[in-house]
Structure formats: C-alpha cells, structure tokens
C-alpha cells in the first residue's frame, strides 16, 4: 500500500456538564459525543526520496506544522514504531471550521492514527492505539472510533452505545467568531456554582429510549451561559434554529458554534434554508448527521 484517504468525521456533544477543576489543572466532565457527518479529508502517500514526515494543509485552518495535530499525531505514531526517516506525506483538507467546539483537529489526529496504521499493517494494538490517542487529546481517544459515546474524566473515559434508533439529522450554525476553550473553562470557574447536571442515568435512558434526537429537555450545555453572555448573537442562534423547527438546539463543546436536532432530512433542509435566511451571510450553516464512526476510509 502506498497510499490512501480518509474522512476525518466531526463530533458535537449532545450534552455537556462540567465539574470542579481538578488539581492538574483539568476539569471532569460528563458529555455526550456524536459523530457527525460533517468532515475534513486527509490524504496520506509514501514520499520516496523523502525521509521526513510532511504536511500540506488547504481550506479553513493553517497553523504551523508543529502544532497541527495530524502532524503531532504521525510523528507519535513514527516514533513508537520506530519507523526514524520514513518519507511520508500528509494532505489535509479542511472543511471543519475551527473555535467551533466540532472537534476538528481532533478528528484530524484520529484519522492519521487509523491512516498510518493501516498503512503500516497494523503494527499496534487498538489498546495502544488509543492509548495514543489519549495522550494526543480528550477528544481524539472518541475520534478514533466515533458513533456514540458517553464520555467522563475529561473527556476519554468513553462508554460507546449502540443505538437501534435513526441517526438524527442536524443544522449545525458557525458564526464569525471563535471561542477558546481555555476562556470558556476560566469564565466557568469564575461564575462559581453552576445547577445541577442532568444525572447519567437520566441521560443513559434517555439515549436508549429515544435515541439522540429525543435527549431534548434532558440534555444541556454548561458553557451556554458564558458563551451567551460574552456572545448574545449565539443565543440568537439557537433561538433561530427551535423557531425554524429543530427540536431541540444547543451549542456544541464550548462553541463558538451551535446545532439544531431534526428527525428527518426534509425538516432539517427546510430549517437550514429558513436559518440561513434570517442571518448574515458571514454565517456557515452546515447540515449533516449523525455517523456511527469517526473515522471513514475512502
């Protein structure tokens, strides 16, 4: 094998509730990750006569090389197989807009995990593999399976689901602006006491008796009030999407993007077209929906 190409799919989270800081510094959460249809193509070739990892990358997103996570995540995988001066070449294509809270340089790592070991006929076992993942990022450990998952810790304590109930379809609204993380999970801290959660079991139960598109009134997002505060226009946003008969909508991870929930191809088109209408046109408004896997060969 030479070569092949990959569909690095998005996540949103279906629910997201943060707890206390712990004393490393991160948070333990409770979320709901999805994969969705939503995704940036990575292309993955031998470079002979090269003895160097390289990565081109054309579409929404460049940063330096060094901290591109597909990048990050081929010199990991090189350098625990020990393939030292293998010529490889990375082509990314981006389609996830980024500061979405879509996961989409997580997505990225998972599928040059899943590309390189295939490539490299398997040379590690899909504990090891995760294993990687989990040290590249939170959520890169669900992108390297994807579907549906409960997640906790901070995220890559990952129990999947498998669901019999129709994948919903989905208007996800990406406005100009992008939200850091780290922002988000300071400006959490600092409001102090937050409500409740909705209880896993409740979740849990809901997943199975109704599937994702029937976790509204269940689900919640704990960084919608910091978002909205700092970013009226989101909760516009999510305004626009129930009005356009999503049934349910909230923002994905710590936004700045947020996604409305259809049961049918037909209600969704017929919300992205009316939500797409009543915003500026600086606005992405995407539709998709649900995958049961994060990472797709070609």
Not at 81 to 90: D, F, T, V, W
């Amino acid at each position: 094998m030479t070569g092949l190409e990959l569909e690095a799919n998005a996540k949103v989270n279906l629910h997201l509730a943060v707890g206390e800081r712990r004393p490393d510094g991160y948070h333990e959460i409770e979320t709901v990750f999805s994969s969705v249809s939503l995704s940036d193509r990575l292309v993955i070739e031998r470079a002979p006569g090269s003895s160097r990892l390289e990565l081109d990358v054309d579409g929404l997103l460049a940063v330096p090389v060094e901290l591109n996570l597909a990048y990050r995540a081929g010199q990991a995988f090189l350098n625990r197989i020990g393939a030292h001066g293998e010529g490889l070449r990375l082509r990314l294509a981006k389609r996830i807009p980024a500061g979405a809270g879509l996961g989409g340089g997580s997505a990225d790592a998972a599928a040059a995990l899943v590309g390189l070991d295939l490539l490299f006929d398997s040379p590690l076992a899909a504990s090891d593999l995760a294993l990687l993942a989990r040290e590249l990022g939170a959520d890169v450990a669900f992108c390297l399976r994807g579907g549906l998952a409960l997640g906790r810790g901070i995220g890559d304590v990952l129990e999947f689901f498998e669901i019999s109930h129709p994948q919903p379809h989905l208007v996800i609204v990406k406005p100009p602006q992008q939200i850091s993380t780290a922002w988000a999970y300071r400006a959490l801290d600092d409001r102090g006491a937050r409500p409740a959660p909705a209880s896993l079991d409740r979740v849990r139960a809901a997943l199975h008796e109704r599937g994702p598109a029937g976790l509204g009134g269940v689900a919640s997002n704990d960084f919608e009030p910091v978002a909205f505060g700092e970013h009226p226009r989101l909760r516009m946003i999510r305004d626009h999407l129930l009005a356009a008969g999503a049934e349910w909508a909230m923002l994905t991870g710590s936004g700045a993007a947020l996604f409305g929930v259809c049961r049918t191809e037909a209600a969704a088109a017929g919300a992205a077209h009316a939500v797409a209408a009543a915003l500026p046109a600086d606005h992405q408004v995407i539709l998709c929906r649900g995958m049961d896997r994060g990472v797709v060969v070609s």
